[in-house]
């Protein structure tokens, strides 16, 4: 049996730029890894099989469509393995469809255990590699701790990033599809005569202000730099949303924004107390389903137990 541990993210930063040819958009994607997380436990089994424990695991899929079983199965044809075998379960604390990558993060989890439990010692290059073939965010999950992500968010530079922030993450009801909020983001640019191709919409950069106050460690700053492009489109999609931010933010948060493509809501807070104030705020506020106070940046996926050898 092998567990890994596996972090959700918030997006500090998260520049869209226009359609690309493909269909994604460029993007200045500024990871932050935070510690709630979930943990994937790999054990032998026959064929690849899932199973999953939480308070959202019944919008968990069990079949191929999840990013876990997808992993395992990338990683076994990657090696050759032609039958591979292992039963995977997920303890789900990570927000589904949430914003935070939960996905992304159970299939880089996936990845890292079948590695260890199936003895392969793949490089952490190749890891990544695999893990840009499953999606945009899933190699932040393996690399953790704070890293600029630049193409569709899957080419990482790692990030300096001094001392411990406070995040509090208010949980939605429902998730919000990532395909639907850039639809949206799009539709509003059109709207508003920005337009949404290449030609119109410049190529993002990470703003150099909020890099200064990661490579500080000074929450004060980087609550005044925090951004999402992605923000109007999730709240014109979900409107209580402004809701969730006015209800943070009037409990003393640093700063609030939407989570990645959302709906989960993030809250910058000066400290852990400050941190549980919000959260409790928030819980009692009747604008989302809860509110989990915790900290980053933390590292990424690591295996946290296994066999003796």
Not at 169 to 180: E, I, K, M, N, R
Request: charged residues 15%; contains cysteine.
């Amino acid at each position: 049996m092998v567990t890994v541990r596996v972090p959700a993210k918030v997006n500090v930063q998260l520049g869209v730029g226009g359609v690309r040819p493909d269909g994604y958009h460029d993007l200045a994607n500024v990871f932050f890894a935070v510690a709630l997380g979930d943990q994937v436990t790999a054990t032998p089994g026959e064929g690849v099989t899932l199973s999953c424990d939480g308070p959202d695991a019944d919008a968990v899929p069990l079949d191929d469509s999840n990013l876990a079983a997808r992993a395992a199965r990338l990683l076994a044809a990657h090696h050759g393995l032609a039958d591979p075998g292992v039963h995977l379960h997920i303890d789900k604390a990570i927000p589904v469809a949430g914003g935070m990558a939960g996905g992304s993060a159970d299939g880089a989890a996936a990845l890292l255990a079948c590695d260890a439990l199936w003895g392969l010692d793949t490089p952490q290059p190749v890891l990544l590699e695999l893990a840009a073939e499953l999606g945009s965010d899933v190699p932040f999950a393996l690399l953790g701790g704070v890293a600029l992500g630049r193409g569709r968010g899957e080419l990482l530079e790692p990030l300096p990033a001094a001392g411990t922030f406070h995040w509090v993450f208010a949980v939605a009801d429902g998730g919000l599809s990532t395909p639907a909020v850039f639809r949206e983001c799009d539709r509003l640019r059109e709207e508003s005569g920005l337009g949404s191709s290449l030609a119109d919409v410049p190529t993002p950069d990470a703003d150099p202000a909020l890099l200064a106050a990661l490579a500080e460690g000074d929450p004060v700053a980087l609550a005044a730099a925090l951004a999402n492009d992605l923000q109007a489109a999730a709240v014109s999609l979900r409107p209580a949303l402004a809701d969730t931010l006015r209800a943070g933010t009037e409990a003393g948060a640093l700063a609030a924004l939407v989570s990645g493509s959302g709906p989960t809501c993030a809250f910058l807070a000066k400290d852990a107390d400050a941190a549980a104030h919000v959260a409790a705020a928030l819980r009692a506020s009747g604008t989302c389903r809860t509110a989990h106070a915790t900290h980053g940046p933390v590292p990424g996926a690591r295996v946290v137990s296994a066999p003796r050898p």
